[in-house]
């Protein structure tokens, strides 16, 4: 049987194309609600923009400085959302914002006051300030000329953004959903104004073939336009700005998040703790081409670097472990600069242009996600006459636990490592990974104690989770496994220390010949090296 026989049985209620956090987030309402739904990737879930984000759920303190208070408001309550129903996922994170002279602590105080007011539902503490002393007492790296102080505040992170992702597509497929990865949506099929479907190719055989789904949902991100102007060739105004926002992965320089402002340009960015390791970022400057082509460049690590390290001194030569470059799509404005275009989504339904039964989101944030899927699901319901509340409020991610976070915690280390005698930095790590679903991987190592072998001597990650990638989380290649179900790669070795293992793991379970295993490994030598450090 081929992998798009799947697809082409039934006639779907809802096909989404695009397997990043918005269109996973949408199939999961849609099954939560009972509709039949498939979704397409071209390549892997969260490869796109999903996995080169900051990782945050924020209302963000940037888009309050820009009078969005909507879209902060909206994305504070998802963030209380997303703590209560992910909470092995999202936790939250402490920031402190160092003042230093002559920034005026008015301003600064205000804008905080105003986004604790703004998050009037939150579980988390208010902001505080805090004296020069205290600040250098808690973050001793902060450079101590010219500090007046800090303000403390609390948002929240989600260090495995492509899990919550990844979670999304398990839900939908748990509800009876499709996900297919590595297949492409080509082109659209409309008849007399309807849509009737979508051509597909599976891009592990070239095969094609058609979905049919009374519903179309295009959530390609950054790709969005580029779509549709194939799926619907007629001229129309403009509907993104790209923008290309990049990342450095340095070693641990902090204690705590810092969110600092340029000297070159006074935009807000941010150092974030990230497993171990400080990751610094980002950038906001204008993109053309291919989103999976955007790199560092140069002077995207020294703004980042000389930005940083005006507050945080050890960051000036500290060094590089990776860079990491995702796209932007931001809905249309037209004259101001990228950081300065609003990030709220647009929801388009096409029938007006001859296509009824297609929809296509633009822009939006990856703490939205939720609350833009339950619109575009509301509207697809209007075009199904097929009533049903959203449910994702309330239900809990597939993993979450079935419990308060912090009791469930050591009392799930203890299980694993009843179960399969895990060491309890493997227990920990593995129950942060996968909640609840951490004992199904102990299930594998009691049956077979020898997934128990770590994958490389500096990370917690064991043989087992590769079986467990490739069986239940659609993991197809090593980069698949490396960079987006777990984080391996993106620390100092790269994965390159976990490499061999995970390639023959996989080999096992995905029948690999000796030629394609070492294909496969080439492949992601690839796929990281678009990530390498730029020289400067
Ligand atoms: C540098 C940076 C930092 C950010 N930080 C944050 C943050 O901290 N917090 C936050 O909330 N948001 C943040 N964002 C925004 C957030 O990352 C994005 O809004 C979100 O990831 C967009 O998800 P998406 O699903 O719309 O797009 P994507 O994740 O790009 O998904 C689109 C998918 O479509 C697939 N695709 C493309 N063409 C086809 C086709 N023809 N057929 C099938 N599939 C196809 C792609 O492979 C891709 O996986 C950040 C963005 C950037 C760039």
Same mark, same amino acid.
């Given at each position: 049987?081929?992998?798009?026989?799947?697809?082409?049985?039934?006639?779907?209620?809802?096909?989404?194309?695009?397997?990043?956090?918005?269109?996973?987030?949408?199939?999961?309402?849609?099954?939560?609600?009972?509709?039949?739904?498939?979704?397409?990737?071209?390549?892997?879930?969260?490869?796109?923009?999903?996995?080169?984000?900051?990782?945050?759920?924020?209302?963000?303190?940037?888009?309050?400085?820009?009078?969005?208070?909507?879209?902060?408001?909206?994305?504070?309550?998802?963030?209380?959302?997303?703590?209560?129903?992910?909470?092995?996922?999202?936790?939250?994170?402490?920031?402190?914002?160092?003042?230093?002279?002559?920034?005026?602590?008015?301003?600064?105080?205000?804008?905080?006051?105003?986004?604790?007011?703004?998050?009037?539902?939150?579980?988390?503490?208010?902001?505080?300030?805090?004296?020069?002393?205290?600040?250098?007492?808690?973050?001793?790296?902060?450079?101590?000329?010219?500090?007046?102080?800090?303000?403390?505040?609390?948002?929240?992170?989600?260090?495995?953004?492509?899990?919550?992702?990844?979670?999304? %597509?398990? =839900?939908? !497929?748990?509800? $009876?959903? &499709?996900?297919?990865? @590595?297949?492409? /949506?080509?082109?659209?099929?409309?008849?007399?104004?309807?849509?009737?479907?979508?051509?597909?190719?599976?891009?592990?055989?070239?095969?094609?073939?058609?979905?049919?789904?009374?519903?179309?949902?295009?959530?390609?991100?950054?790709?969005?336009?580029?779509?549709?102007?194939?799926?619907?060739?007629?001229?129309?105004?403009?509907?993104?700005?790209?923008?290309?926002?990049?990342?450095?992965?340095?070693?641990?320089?902090?204690?705590?998040?810092?969110?600092?402002?340029?000297?070159?340009?006074?935009?807000?960015?941010?150092?974030?703790?990230?497993?171990?390791?400080?990751?610094?970022?980002?950038?906001?400057?204008?993109?053309?081409?291919?989103? %999976?082509? =955007?790199? !560092?460049?140069? $002077?995207? &690590?020294?703004?980042? @670097?000389?930005? /940083?390290?005006?507050?945080?001194?050890?960051?000036?030569?500290?060094?590089?472990?990776?860079?990491?470059?995702?796209?932007?799509?931001?809905?249309?404005?037209?004259?101001?600069?990228?950081?300065?275009?609003?990030?709220?989504?647009?929801?388009?339904?096409?029938?007006?242009?001859?296509?009824?039964?297609?929809?296509?989101?633009?822009?939006?944030?990856?703490?939205?996600?939720?609350?833009?899927?339950?619109?575009?699901?509301?509207?697809?319901?209007?075009?199904?006459?097929?009533?049903?509340?959203?449910?994702?409020?309330?239900?809990?991610?597939?993993?979450?636990?079935?419990?308060?976070?912090?009791?469930?915690?050591?009392?799930?280390?203890?299980?694993?490592?009843?179960?399969?005698?895990?060491?309890?930095?493997?227990? @920990?790590?593995? /129950?942060?990974?996968?909640?609840?679903?951490?004992?199904?991987?102990?299930?594998?190592?009691?049956?077979?104690?020898?997934?128990?072998?770590?994958?490389?001597?500096?990370?917690?990650?064991?043989?087992?989770?590769?079986?467990?990638?490739?069986?239940?989380?659609?993991?197809?290649?090593?980069?698949?496994?490396?960079?987006?179900?777990?984080?391996?790669?993106?620390?100092?070795?790269?994965?390159?220390?976990?490499?061999?293992?995970?390639?023959?793991?996989?080999?096992?379970?995905?029948?690999?010949?000796?030629?394609?295993?070492?294909?496969?490994?080439?492949?992601?030598?690839?796929?990281?090296?678009?990530?390498?450090?730029?020289?400067?």
């Amino acid at each position: 049987m081929g992998r798009l026989d799947a697809l082409a049985t039934r006639r779907f209620d809802l096909l989404v194309v695009g397997g990043g956090i918005v269109g996973t987030a949408i199939a999961r309402d849609a099954v939560l609600r009972h509709l039949s739904v498939a979704l397409v990737e071209q390549e892997d879930l969260a490869w796109g923009t999903t996995s080169r984000s900051s990782r945050l759920i924020h209302g963000g303190l940037r888009y309050l400085a820009h009078g969005d208070f909507r879209l902060v408001r909206q994305d504070l309550h998802e963030r209380e959302v997303l703590l209560r129903t992910a909470p092995h996922l999202v936790h939250p994170l402490p920031f402190l914002v160092p003042l230093y002279r002559p920034r005026s602590r008015w301003w600064l105080g205000m804008g905080l006051t105003v986004y604790d007011m703004l998050a009037f539902d939150r579980s988390l503490p208010g902001k505080r300030w805090l004296s020069r002393q205290e600040a250098l007492q808690i973050e001793p790296a902060l450079r101590p000329q010219g500090l007046e102080g800090a303000f403390l505040y609390y948002d929240a992170q989600a260090p495995y953004m492509e899990r919550l992702c990844l979670e999304n %597509a398990i =839900a939908c !497929a748990q509800g $009876g959903g &499709v996900v297919l990865t @590595r297949c492409r /949506a080509i082109a659209l099929r409309v008849h007399r104004g309807q849509v009737l479907g979508v051509e597909v190719e599976d891009r592990l055989t070239g095969e094609r073939g058609q979905v049919e789904a009374r519903v179309v949902v295009n959530a390609l991100g950054p790709w969005a336009e580029g779509w549709l102007g194939e799926a619907l060739p007629r001229p129309r105004r403009p509907l993104l700005r790209l923008s290309k926002g990049v990342h450095l992965l340095l070693p641990s320089l902090t204690r705590h998040a810092l969110v600092l402002f340029s000297p070159q340009d006074g935009r807000l960015f941010f150092v974030l703790p990230l497993e171990g390791c400080s990751l610094v970022g980002t950038t906001d400057t204008p993109f053309a081409g291919d989103p %999976a082509s =955007a790199t !560092a460049e140069p $002077g995207d &690590v020294a703004y980042l @670097r000389e930005g /940083a390290s005006l507050a945080v001194p050890g960051i000036q030569d500290a060094p590089l472990y990776t860079t990491y470059a995702g796209v932007r799509a931001l809905a249309f404005t037209p004259t101001r600069r990228e950081s300065d275009v609003g990030r709220r989504h647009r929801l388009l339904d096409h029938r007006r242009e001859g296509a009824k039964g297609l929809l296509t989101v633009l822009g939006g944030k990856a703490t939205a996600a939720r609350a833009i899927a339950r619109e575009v699901v509301d509207t697809a319901c209007g075009l199904l006459g097929w009533e049903a509340e959203s449910r994702t409020a309330r239900t809990l991610f597939p993993g979450a636990p079935r419990g308060e976070w912090k009791a469930w915690l050591p009392f799930q280390e203890a299980f694993l490592h009843q179960q399969a005698n895990l060491p309890p930095t493997n227990a @920990r790590h593995l /129950a942060r990974l996968y909640g609840e679903r951490s004992a199904e991987i102990a299930l594998l190592v009691a049956r077979e104690p020898s997934l128990a072998e770590p994958l490389c001597p500096h990370h917690p990650d064991i043989l087992a989770q590769v079986r467990y990638a490739v069986q239940q989380e659609w993991a197809l290649t090593p980069g698949d496994f490396l960079l987006r179900r777990t984080l391996i790669g993106l620390s100092p070795c790269r994965g390159l220390d976990a490499l061999d293992k995970v390639v023959s793991e996989m080999g096992r379970a995905l029948g690999w010949s000796p030629a394609e295993a070492q294909c496969q490994r080439e492949g992601y030598l690839q796929e990281i090296a678009l990530w390498n450090t730029p020289r400067v």
